[in-house]
């Protein structure tokens, strides 16, 4: 499976974005659709953090507190694609946003990157105060 993130840029604090990914590369039978897809951002110098996740099963969302409210995460399965709505951009969002694909059944640790069996190059987002 590879996926393929874009759709970041250069905005203002107060503006919005929605970077998008795409699945592909599925094998014979199946399909996005059973995976959770997921969002995860590193800035310079710090760790790879949990933006978000939606789940494959019951469409379910979890997201990082400080992100909870500006952003959302939707799924277009038959197009295999998955996007990042973010508004009300902050300074302090602007980093490297990687999308992700969980096969795992559970949601125990689904904010853990070590639940991600797939991942995109990652798109850049900045942030201007």
């Known amino acids: 499976v590879q996926l393929q993130a874009s759709g970041g840029g250069l905005v203002q604090a107060g503006d919005s974005l929605r970077p998008s990914c795409t699945a592909s590369?599925?094998?014979?039978?199946?399909?996005?659709?059973?995976?959770?897809a997921g969002w995860f951002r590193q800035a310079p110098g710090k760790a790879r953090e949990f933006v978000g996740v939606?789940?494959?099963?019951?469409?379910?969302?979890w997201y990082a507190d400080s992100v909870k409210g500006r952003f959302t995460i939707s799924r277009d399965n038959a197009r295999n694609m998955v996007y990042l709505q973010m508004n009300s951009l902050k300074p302090e969002d602007t980093a490297l946003y990687y999308c992700?694909?969980?096969?795992?059944?559970?949601?125990?640790?689904?904010?853990?990157?070590?639940?991600?069996?797939?991942w995109g190059q990652g798109t850049q987002v900045t942030v201007s105060s």
């Open positions: 939606k789940s494959y099963r019951d469409g379910r969302t």
């Open positions: 590369g599925f094998t014979s039978g199946r399909t996005f659709g059973i995976y959770s």
């Open positions: 992700a694909a969980s096969g795992y059944y559970s949601y125990s640790d689904i904010s853990s990157t070590i639940k991600y069996n797939y």
